[in-house]
């Protein structure tokens, strides 16, 4: 402490996980971070403070209010009000899943382009045409980098169909609702692309109560690696 006040320094990295309000915080898949971030904190010597998401308020003032040395922003979508705002922040700034493209901030995620021709190459080899997607709102960044290479890839190929198009939020529960549609329909998708593992696990709980078999009636494949 006493070393802190002599440096006037916090020791302090910040640490928001936004749209909680919006998820069951078990499906939330910022705090699979978490681990991780106070891991790499604690070995160099810094403490972590969470923040609760906030809409209201500039992200520049409270990391200025609370002294943080750095922030990792994980949650971010593209209608968020304070977009900004995170590019004033005077200290290092990292965000997950979010290409902000601010010189103050770096990109920490996967190559979703990339990640998704790979499944899609796959589901393409394996003999599939009537490849379906459970897709998630425009606000995100991620899921609408995911969507794009899916539907790149379909448009290529001459096989997209707009009916095999289904719209999900990140949830195991709309997977589930997606899940019910697709048992409904007289024309199914032999597969269907997740945007994301939960949904995928969604969609495969409903088949079965369906009494679809998996892969033998429709394929699921899933983003995430959970």
Known sequence: FAKKLATNKSGVLGVFILGREELNI???????????????????????????????????????????????????????????????????????????GSLNSVYVGSDNKVGVEKGMEYLWDMGHRKIGVLRVYKESDVGEKRYRAYREFMEKK????????????????SGYLCGEKIAKMSERPTALFCLSDLMAIGVMDSLKKNLLAIPNDISILGFDNI
């Open 26 to 100: 078990s499906e939330h898949f910022g705090f699979r971070f978490l681990e991780g971030i106070l891991d790499s904190a604690n070995k160099k010597g810094y403490d972590i403070t969470l923040f609760s998401s906030s809409n209201n308020t500039s992200y520049k003032k409270i990391c200025e209010e609370k002294r943080v040395e750095g922030v990792i922003f994980i949650g971010l979508r593209r209608d968020n009000p304070f977009l900004e705002d995170i590019a004033l922040i005077k200290v290092p700034v990292a965000v997950i899943d979010f290409e902000l």
């Open 158 to 173: 001459g096989i997209y169909n707009p009916e095999f198009e289904f719209m999900g939020d990140f949830t195991k529960e």
